[in-house]
C-alpha cells in the first residue's frame, strides 16, 4: 500500500509543477467524491483520503493528477506517516475537512457509547488531526484556504440529533478559532453548514437502512453531492482578500433543520 503511495506521488511531482492542489478528507464518497471529481475536471491536483480505497481508485483522474490516501482520520499516527511524505513535496492550495458521520437518530438516553465515541473521534478529532498535521506547512506558503463541513445540525437542534449536532457544534466553533490563528498568514478559513443532501450519509446513519435512508429524500428535491461541490469550488477561487466565512447551504424545501416542505 505504501509503495502504491509512493508511486503515485512519484507520477505527480513529475508530471506537473504548477497543478493546484486540494487535499480532501472523505472522498470516497457524498460531497468529498463530488468534490474530487469535479476539481480534477477542473485540472487540479486532488490528494483524496478516506477507508475505502477503491472508491478513491475509482476517481477519474488522468495520470499523475490523483493521489490517493488510504487513511482513518481517527489514526493519528497513520495520518502523519502518509501525509507527511506527500505535503513534504507537494504545495498545498485547500484542505477541505470533509470527513464524517452520523450514527443514530435517537434520544441521549437511549444513545450507544461506542457510536457516540465513533462520532466525536471522526468529526472533532479527525479534523483536528488533519488540521494540524496541515497547517504547518500552509503557514510555510503564506496562503490556502481550509474548509470545513458542520451541518445545519450544529446550529439548530432537532429531535435526535444531539451528539451528532454536538460534534458539528464543535466544527463550527473550531473553524471561528482556526480563522483567528491563521488570518495573520493569509490563510481563509470557511465553515460550509449544508442541510439535507442525498448521499450515504443516511444509509451510515440508519445502518445500511434503505428504506429508512430512502424516506428522509422523499417527497422533496434534497441537495445533492455536486451543489457542495460547486461550493467548494467557488470558496477555493476567491480573490486572496475575500474568505466567506460561513455558509448555510440548505435544499429551497428545507427553510430550517426540523421543517421540511413535502408534496405528496
Ligand atoms: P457520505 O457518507 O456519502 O460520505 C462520508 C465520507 O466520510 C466518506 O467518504 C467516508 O469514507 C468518510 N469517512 C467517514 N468516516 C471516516 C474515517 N473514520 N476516516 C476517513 N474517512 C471517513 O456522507 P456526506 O458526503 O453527506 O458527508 C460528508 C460530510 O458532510 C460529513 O462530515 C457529514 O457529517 C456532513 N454533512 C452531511 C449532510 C447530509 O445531509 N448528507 C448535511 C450536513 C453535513 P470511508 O467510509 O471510505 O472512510
Ligand atoms: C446532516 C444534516 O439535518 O440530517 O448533517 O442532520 S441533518
Not at 106 to 116: A, R, T
Request: proline fraction near 4%; include cysteine; hydrophobic fraction near 45%.
Amino acid at each position: 500500500m505504501q509503495a502504491k503511495l509512493q508511486v503515485l506521488l512519484r507520477q505527480c511531482l513529475s508530471s506537473s509543477i504548477e497543478m493546484n492542489t486540494i487535499l480532501i478528507t472523505g472522498a470516497s464518497s457524498g460531497f468529498g467524491f463530488a468534490t474530487a471529481e469535479h476539481f480534477l475536471e477542473q485540472g487540479w491536483r486532488v490528494i483524496a483520503l478516506a477507508r475505502r480505497e477503491e472508491k478513491l481508485l475509482s476517481l477519474s483522474a488522468k495520470e499523475g493528477q490523483l493521489i490517493v490516501v488510504p487513511c482513518d482520520v481517527r489514526d493519528a499516527k497513520g495520518l502523519e506517516e502518509k501525509l507527511t511524505p506527500i505535503l513534504e513535496t507537494t504545495s498545498l492550495d485547500c484542505l477541505f475537512n470533509n470527513a464524517g458521520l452520523a450514527l443514530e437518530k435517537v434520544s441521549v438516553e437511549d444513545g450507544n457509547l461506542d457510536l457516540w465515541k465513533t462520532m466525536i473521534e471522526t468529526n472533532i478529532q479527525g479534523l483536528l488531526y488533519v488540521s494540524r498535521l496541515v497547517i504547518p506547512y500552509l503557514k510555510k506558503q503564506k496562503q490556502g484556504t481550509i474548509i470545513n463541513v458542520s451541518s445545519i445540525a450544529g446550529r439548530e437542534a432537532y429531535d435526535g440529533g444531539n451528539v451528532y449536532g454536538a460534534t458539528k457544534a464543535a466544527v463550527a466553533l473550531l473553524s471561528k478559532s482556526m480563522r483567528i490563528e491563521l488570518a495573520p498568514y493569509g490563510i481563509k478559513v470557511s465553515d460550509i453548514a449544508p442541510g439535507a443532501a442525498d448521499t450515504e450519509f443516511s444509509l451510515v446513519r440508519f445502518h445500511q437502512d434503505e428504506k429508512k435512508a430512502k424516506q428522509v429524500y422523499i417527497g422533496y428535491t434534497p441537495l445533492m453531492a455536486q451543489d457542495i461541490a460547486n461550493v467548494v469550488w467557488f470558496l477555493c477561487n476567491l480573490p486572496p482578500h475575500v474568505c466567506i466565512q460561513e455558509m448555510v447551504v440548505m435544499p429551497t424545501a428545507q427553510p430550517e433543520a426540523k421543517v421540511v416542505f413535502k408534496k405528496n
